[in-house]
T-cell receptor, first 113, second 112 residues
């Protein structure tokens, strides 16, 4: 089975801090994604990556950056955390090619105080 | 993106079959029907997908109407662990790189 592992289940940080969320997948998938999920707003794509060192903005990239130095690892960075970034963050991956299902981690519930 | 419509919630008893409906009347010929579910406090989990023919896997079956304007996810024997929000989405088979967009889904309650 595909395993997508997010480094923390729960995280509490303060406004203005730089926050790193890490995600690792063990299936050699080309594509990796970062979403956030908020009540009433559903799933929203922040960034995705289709290869090492490649990244593309999703629908809500403002205030975030990403890093993919190795194929299995995709990091989400909150440059200066703000309270409106309190959310559930979900990492996903899938193989290259069309119509491939995405496999998700269990999420990181991030609170910014 | 073509839209899907699902009931807000459904209830079932343990060990009974569950039929979760999804309407997608504006589906295009190249859209696949995908189902995901999300258990409490977990990330979404892929369940099944199909194009025209009915599909079976170890988790569920997917029955697709002949005109493709609706589909039904079938859990053959519900367990307490199947209590989750189920999302039906459409994905264009010709678009290589796609985000997932979930609607409100169907919350399935399973009683012992």
């Amino acid at each position: 089975d595909v395993k997508v592992t997010q480094s923390s289940r729960y995280l509490v940080k303060r406004t203005g801090e730089k926050v790193f969320l890490e995600c690792v997948q063990d299936m050699d998938h080309e594509n990796m994604f970062w979403y956030r999920q908020d009540p009433g707003l559903g799933l929203r794509l922040i960034y995705f990556s289709y290869d090492v060192k490649m990244k593309e903005k999703g629908d809500i990239p403002e205030g975030y950056s990403v890093s993919r130095e190795k194929k299995e690892r995709f990091s989400l960075i909150l440059e200066s955390a703000s309270t409106n970034q309190t959310s559930m963050y979900l990492c996903a991956s899938n193989p290259g090619g069309r119509n491939q299902p995405q496999h998700f981690g269990d999420g990181t519930r991030l609170s910014i105080l | 993106d073509a839209k899907t419509t699902q009931p807000n919630s459904m209830e079932s008893n343990e060990e009974e079959p569950v039929h979760l409906p999804c309407n997608h009347s504006t589906i295009s010929g190249t859209d696949y029907i995908h189902w995901y579910r999300q258990l409490p406090s977990q990330g979404p989990e892929y369940v099944i997908h199909g194009l025209t023919s009915n599909v079976n896997n170890r988790m569920a079956s997917l029955a697709i109407a002949e005109d493709r304007k609706s589909s039904t996810l079938i859990l053959h024997r519900a367990t307490l662990r199947d209590a989750a929000v189920y999302y039906c989405i459409l994905r264009d088979s010709y678009t290589g790189f796609q985000k997932l967009v979930f609607g409100t889904g169907t919350r399935l309650l399973v009683s012992p």
